[in-house]
């Protein structure tokens, strides 16, 4: 199993609604990570999750909140967002092997989350 | 700002043809990463090059890495509708490398029959 599976793949939230993004794979990755990507932009990093450990917050607002329960999962709580945080998030996993920097991410297909 | 910038930022070539993309970024490397993302949907890892080579190829893709110009390319030979998508490449930087990639603006190829 080579994938990463995110749901839901579509989300539409109010301003002051509570949602979650899951991220899930079985490659047996024990790096995982958040990118955000607006409309033909590049994807941007927020978190990176390492051996189930934060080891990169790329300072994103507290509205974003990164959970990883085990090493197969990875959510991304959403709370009180604002129409410009309306994009597409992006779940990915490394083989996260001591700090190894040659490494390849599988992406999911990703949720694409509007905020009216 | 952006560790990579790329260009062109759209290219439309006729299928069969060969297509060159382009990327540059300013800080010294680990390696550099090219992807595919079809629209809306997530990428897809194309190569991987290390800062000590200087080209790789797989397939009908081929890759060159010139770390004193800090630049890349990526050529796709005999091109496929089904290359249409955008291209991103992406490094990791010196210091503070670890599993934190940037990705480069991107590159629109389009493929007509």
């Known amino acids: 199993d080579t994938e990463v599976t995110q749901t839901p793949k579509h989300l539409v939230m109010g301003m002051t609604n509570k949602k979650s993004l899951k991220c899930e794979q079985h490659?047996?990755?024990?790096?995982m990570y958040w990118y955000k990507q607006k409309a033909k932009k590049p994807p941007e990093l927020m978190f990176v999750?390492?051996?189930?450990?934060?080891?990169i917050n790329e300072s994103v607002p507290s509205r974003f909140s990164p959970e990883c329960p085990n090493s197969s999962l990875l959510n991304l709580h959403l709370h009180a967002l604002q129409p410009e945080d309306s994009a597409l998030y992006l779940c990915?996993?490394?083989?996260?092997?001591?700090?190894?920097?040659?490494?390849?991410?599988?992406f999911g297909s990703g949720t694409q989350l509007s905020v009216l | 700002s952006q560790q990579g910038e790329e260009d062109p930022q759209a290219l439309s070539i006729q299928e069969g043809e060969n297509a060159t993309m382009n990327c540059s970024y300013k800080?010294?490397?680990?390696?550099l990463q090219w992807y595919r993302q079809n629209s809306g949907r997530g990428l897809v890892h194309l190569i991987l090059?290390?800062?000590?080579?200087r080209e790789k190829h797989s397939g009908r893709l081929r890759v060159t890495l010139d770390t004193s110009k800090k630049s890349s390319s990526l050529l796709i030979t005999a091109s496929r509708a089904a290359d249409t998508a955008s291209y991103f490449c992406?490094?990791?930087?010196?210091?503070?490398?670890?599993?934190?990639?940037?990705f480069g603006t991107g590159t629109q190829l389009k493929v007509e029959l």
């Open positions: 990915a996993s490394s083989l996260g092997q001591g700090g190894s920097t040659n490494e390849k991410l599988f």
């Open positions: 999750y390492s051996y189930e450990k934060l080891s």
């Open positions: 490659m047996g990755h024990r790096a």
């Open positions: 090059i290390r800062s000590n080579e």
């Open positions: 800080t010294s490397i680990n390696n």
């Open positions: 992406a490094t990791d930087r010196i210091p503070g490398g670890g599993n934190k990639l940037t």
